[in-house]
């Protein structure tokens, strides 16, 4: 099975500066299957990224994902006040289908 | 527009089991979805629990699956979750999601999603 790390467990930045979210798979995955999502305090997580790059319907371009293999970024540029949240990367291996989640990182107030 | 609502008990009894229901509505249950079940424990993160597809094919988390059914009724427009033998590690927020089933290949996200219901385990 396999298993996503997430760095840092919190990225305390202001409005206006930039965030880089890591995703690191315990073994070589393929990128057409690692998302990412944002999820506010009691809300449901929000597709943002799938495909390792390819933002969803309605997502700024100032969020960007990239990566391959065993690392993968989530890049947002220019934090807005409502980009303040955590973030989760997401596996789906599709022979069993399981899916896995990272264990998230906050981005929070400096 | 698409939405998903959880609905069930709020409170089940250790040993017990949990059922919840998520009922569609805004489109159809067709042969192009996946309708899947997240948890997620107070202040942790997103563990996947399973999927159905309309037709009734089920795939669950190995480490979940000997407690859990997920079953549909699409003339309902619902699917519903029961994780049975509950213990206190079983209260979390879950949420129901969608994910489209992929015409050349799978799709490996969830693109709409419940607002979440939580379920406490507690006598």
Known sequence: EIVLTQSPGTLSLSPGESATLSCRASESVSY??????QQKPGQAPRLLIHAASRRATGIPDRFSGSGSGTDFTLTISRLEPEDFAVYYCQHYGHSPPLFTFGPGTKVDFK | QLQLQESGPGLVKPSETLSLTCTVSG???SDSYYWGW???PPGKGLEWIGSI???GSTYYKPSLK??????????????SLKLSDVTAADTAVYFCARRERGIVAPIGYFDSWGQGTLVTVSS
């Open chain 1, 32 to 37: 057409t299957y690692l998302a990412w999502y």
């Open chain 2, 27 to 29: 489109g159809s249950m």
């Open chain 2, 38 to 40: 997240i948890r997620q």
């Open chain 2, 53 to 55: 597809y309309y037709s």
């Open chain 2, 66 to 79: 000997s407690r859990v059914t997920i079953s549909v009724d699409t003339s309902k427009n619902q699917f």
